[in-house]
């Protein structure tokens, strides 16, 4: 959210009719200083951010990494990941991945049409005709659509005779803006719905059937709710996803702590 610029003052660079000549130019030559090191910031950030996406990546193949060897011997079912925000990022790129090189189910969830098709259009391309990456349309700030979202997952359980390994909360948004220029709070509402609530609502939804058809898995299932560095260290400009990330770190621990007792 921006505001025009002559909506609020900026009290340091603005002079008035009574300062002396000096003091303005002092003021001045201080600005190249300010902009280099806010250069110099932003620089860091991008690096830091990169440097976390790659890692959170890598973390992401590693937890889903099992490979045949090493299941339970004695359950032999199919295993079904179900991944949202697989429009584009890491969603669309783990369930691509997963689909060309393993032997796991995939149910992709997806927002927009364009994802619809374009995913399709991957899972029609199967090799030796057998599919195993499913597409649907999902938003998951939508009590209906996680409804539908549930009742694909148990006709694949069902038809697949399959397990639910593995839930992968992915979707997410970003709204950068400086709170005090907020004139209400639909952009928190907004974050806070996809990021946060998004996770709570398809969790909550799956996690019946996952407990179902899971307890024969001798790894154990798995659940993968996307954070950020966000959600640990807090940065101004990102007020909303800040909050948003910070409250799936609290839920994640809370909920590995009810699942373990």
Partial sequence: TSLPCNSYKQPFIRCTSTQSNNTMSSRSSALPSLLATAANFAIFSTICAVAHQWHG??????ALSTSSDKRDKGDKRKRLIVISGCDRGFGRLLAEKLNETTDYLV??????????????????????????????QCDVTSDENIENAKGRVSQILEEQDAILYSIVNNAGIADPGD??????????????DVNFFGQLRLTQALLPSML??????????????L???GGSSAAPSNTSYNASKFAVEGWSDSLRLELEA
Wanted: hydrophobic share 50%.
């Fill in 57 to 62: 990546w890598k973390q992401l193949q590693s």
């Fill in 107 to 136: 149910l992709a969830l997806v927002l927009t049409d364009k994802g619809l098709e374009e995913l399709n259009a991957v899972a029609d391309t199967a090799a030796n005709g057998e599919k195993r990456l499913f597409v649907l």
């Fill in 179 to 192: 709170f005090i220029f907020f004139s209400n709070l639909d952009i928190f509402k907004r974050v806070m």
């Fill in 212 to 225: 179902r058809t899971s307890q024969t898995i001798a790894d154990g299932a798995r659940i993968l709710n």
């Fill in 227 to 229: 954070s950020s560095v």
